[in-house]
Each structure stands twice: as structure tokens, then as C-alpha cells.
């Protein structure tokens, strides 16, 4: 019998328990003997208990999702890409564990999830394919754009000019990235102004600005280590929304020769390799801020439309996790979802945007006069939107509402209002004065002036 790595009086607590599935992945994991090695042939049974994702979990979860909407709706600077698995998806194969393939847990909850940085290496990834053009058009994309908004790496395959070291298609991958990289470099096809910007940015000193500013092709071709430029884009933590999570299996059959201990031969015994997975059809929420201040004028205009594309490309092409090589972590666009969300974010931005008309109304209306500010919430409160306002005024005059300086005031802010109408008509050419109602009103209002 199996058990986890734990002193005896946990056991109790262990049973009948909604345990999140990452802490009977890690700490909670039953694969040991009572000898304390590791019992192979136990992996699947202790997997499977890793795979159940417990009521309060899911709600947990969902809370999180859930709270990331809201904040999200309230920011003018974000975008939100909505997906759905088409595959088996698993990060942090990484990590170290007893089945030897990892995954990543957000602690202390326990719950599965893609952290924010890796979805940035996914998406700069795509980007930089974009950029020079690797599998087809560069949908806008340039390596400028890339650096300002993902930040600048010298390390980079395409612009390191050291020879890459690794295997023979890895070492081809790198050449056809430098020589990418230089074609857009001598074509000249890239923002002077955003490239501008960028040697003000990473670059000390006026004289050497002004030389690469002369030049910008010698400064393209001699980046360096010393130039530091932090993206403007950053990148929220994604947990995946499902019943349960899932277990997969691969099964190598030359083990032994890949870990070089024989030749490769028909006889070598196969081992299961089973690994935890989120099922395909799970739901993945991105969302992604951008600090607009530190970009050039264009890209402070075009960030959003170009991350759509960026984020269209990976969907289609790379995937996100690991194991994407393998069609591991693919994901589809959600169209609905992203509609829904950007059609609930207008609703929120148009009702913000009345309630600060209505405060600053309400403001402009407490710094007028008294008699200013009754006359403003006389017409503001009229029943009858057809009734012209003089009358709504007249109306007031007359039943009382405002007596000396004010009514004066009153009086003549009622005569302007009729006379901007047209209506007011102190002569009539009726023979029956009193059928004139213009001429009548004019008339009451010169009476009460004279009271």
C-alpha cells in the first residue's frame, strides 16, 4: 500500500476532504512505499486522485475569473482574448515531481493555471515570426514593435551574432532569423520616429544618440547587452475553467537509447509515462494591459489591432503550455465571448461616462446663483419635454415660487427666452386680442414687470 509523504495524523484529515487537486498533486501525492521508494507501478492510481477538481474549487476558481472580469471591465488600457481548448493542455512539465512531468499549480489554492509570463513567451514568440516574416505576411508587425511592446532581449536568436550552437534544424532555425532580421535591417522598412524614440530610450548620451540617429543602420546591427528597454505590454495569470482535469499517457519505446545507455533495438521494454493534464473543450480567459505611456505616438494608436493579430497567430499556429510541438495546447477563438465582453464594456463605459455628465451637471449647477440654480431644476424637472421653457417659467412667476429682485430676474430671463423664440409680440394684428396667445403672454409678463 502507497501512501504521501506526510506524519501519520494527517492521514485523518486527508479522507472525505475537498482537497484541491495541486495539493494532491504535490505534498499530498500517494506514491510511496514504507520505505520511502517510489512505487512505479502506483503513478496512474495516484494520478487519478490528483484529477478531481472538488465543488469548492470550481467555485474558487471562478471567483478568481470572475474578479479578473470585473477589474478588467473597469480598464480602458486592456484587451481580452477569450479561447477554448481544442487539446489536451500542461504547463510546468518542468517542475520536479515523483511522475517526472510537473504541472503548474497557483499556491496556496491549488488550482491549475498558465501564469502571465508564459503566455507573454508564447505571444513574443509570434510576434517575432510576424515581425520578420518567417511563414508569410507581417500583418503590421516589425521588430520595433515587438521590443516596444514586449521589451528588448539580446540574447535574441535574430540579432545575436553569435554562432548558434545546438542541433542541426535548431542552428538552420537561428541562421534563417539572422538573415530575417538583416534583410529588414538593410530594406530600411521601419518607423524613423519609433526608432528615434528607442535610442532616446536606451541609449546615453546626446553625441552617440545624435551618431545613431544619423545612421540608424549602424545602431539595428550593433545591439548589444547593454541596451535595457522593458515592454509596455504586461500579461494576466490564466486559470483554465473545467469540470476536472484529465490524464494523458505517452509511451516510449527506445528509452533506454535516448538516454544513451544502448543501441536502439526491437526488444527494449516500453514504459508508460502517464502526465495531468486540462481537457480539451476548458475555457482560457487572456487578458492584457498596456502602460500606453511608454510607446510612440503610432503604436499608442495601434497596440490593440496589433495584438489581435499576434494573438489570432498563436491561436492557429503555436499554441500556449508545453509540449505544443506535439498539438499539446491548442486553442480556438471565442467569438461569443469576446463580443459579449466588449459589448458589456461599452454598457459600463457609456453609463460611467452619464454618470460624470451627471456629477459635473450637478456641480455647475451648485456653483450657480440661487435663483440660477431654481431655474435649472424647474426646466430639468418640466413633466412635459414639449412645453417651451418661458412657460414652464411663467408658469412658476405666477403661482408664487419667486418674489422682488428675483422675480424681476425671473421676468427678464423669460422675456430673452421668448424673444429667442420669436414669441414675443408686444402688438397684435388680431382682431380678437385675446386669440393671440403669444401677444397674451407677452402682455402678462410686461404686467407683472410693472408690479
Not at 520505505?35 to 496512474?44: Q, R, V
Not at 440660477?372 to 426646466?379: C, F, K, N
Request: net charge neutral.
Amino acid at each position: 500500500m502507497t501512501k504521501a509523504a506526510l506524519p501519520h495524523y494527517m492521514e485523518k484529515h486527508l479522507s472525505g476532504q475537498d482537497i484541491p487537486p495541486g495539493h494532491r498533486f504535490g505534498l499530498y501525492f500517494p506514491v510511496w512505499r514504507d520505505d520511502w521508494t517510489k512505487a512505479d507501478g502506483e503513478k496512474t492510481a495516484a494520478l487519478k486522485k490528483a484529477t478531481s477538481l472538488p465543488d469548492a474549487c470550481r467555485k474558487m476558481t471562478e471567483a478568481l475569473r470572475q474578479r479578473q472580469q470585473t477589474i478588467a471591465l473597469q480598464n480602458d488600457a486592456l484587451d481580452y482574448f477569450p479561447a477554448i481548448s481544442t487539446s489536451p493542455f500542461m504547463t510546468g512539465i518542468g517542475n520536479e515531481h515523483p511522475l517526472e512531468n510537473g504541472f503548474a499549480f497557483l499556491n496556496p489554492y491549488g488550482l491549475p493555471y498558465l501564469p502571465g509570463s508564459s503566455v507573454k513567451g508564447a505571444l513574443r514568440t509570434a510576434a517575432e515570426e510576424l515581425a520578420l516574416g518567417l511563414y508569410g505576411e507581417t500583418k503590421d508587425w516589425d521588430m520595433l514593435a515587438v521590443w516596444w511592446l514586449f521589451g528588448f532581449e539580446a540574447g535574441n536568436a535574430a540579432i545575436n551574432k553569435k554562432p548558434y550552437k545546438g542541433d542541426t534544424i535548431l542552428v538552420e532555425e537561428a541562421q534563417r532569423r539572422q538573415a530575417a532580421y538583416q534583410s529588414w535591417v538593410a530594406q530600411g522598412k521601419y518607423d524613423l520616429q519609433s526608432l528615434y524614440k528607442m535610442i532616446e530610450a536606451t541609449v546615453s548620451g546626446k553625441p552617440q544618440q545624435a551618431k545613431y540617429k544619423s545612421d540608424p543602420e549602424i545602431f539595428l546591427t550593433s545591439l548589444s547587452d547593454n541596451i535595457s528597454l522593458q515592454g509596455a505590454l504586461s500579461f494576466w495569470d490564466v486559470y483554465p475553467q473545467c469540470k476536472n482535469l484529465a490524464m494523458d499517457i505517452l509511451t516510449p519505446h527506445h528509452g533506454g537509447y535516448f538516454q544513451g545507455k544502448n543501441a536502439s533495438h526491437d526488444s527494449e521494454q516500453p514504459i508508460p509515462n502517464v502526465f495531468l493534464t486540462v481537457p480539451p473543450g476548458s475555457r482560457f480567459d487572456f487578458y492584457c494591459t498596456c502602460t500606453t505611456a511608454r510607446l510612440p505616438e503610432a503604436l499608442q494608436q495601434n497596440w490593440q489591432a496589433l495584438l489581435q493579430t499576434v494573438f489570432h497567430y498563436a491561436f492557429d499556429w503555436l499554441g500556449f503550455g508545453a509540449k505544443t510541438a506535439v498539438g499539446y495546447g491548442q486553442m480556438r477563438r471565442d467569438e461569443n465571448g469576446e463580443r459579449k465582453f466588449r459589448d458589456e464594456k461599452e454598457q459600463r463605459l457609456q453609463k460611467a461616462r452619464a454618470e460624470a455628465a451627471q456629477q459635473e451637471a450637478e456641480n455647475r449647477l451648485a456653483d450657480l446663483p440661487p435663483f440660477e440654480r431654481d431655474i435649472a431644476q424647474l426646466l430639468k424637472d418640466k413633466k412635459d419635454p414639449n412645453k417651451k421653457d418661458y412657460l414652464v417659467l411663467l408658469d412658476a412667476v405666477k403661482t408664487g415660487q419667486w418674489q422682488s429682485t428675483d422675480k424681476q430676474s425671473i421676468l427678464e430671463r423669460i422675456q430673452s427666452l421668448m424673444q429667442q423664440a420669436g414669441d414675443w409680440r408686444p402688438m397684435t394684428q388680431k382682431k380678437d386680442p385675446s386669440k393671440d396667445k403669444e401677444y397674451v403672454r407677452t402682455r402678462d409678463v410686461l404686467k407683472l414687470m410693472e408690479q
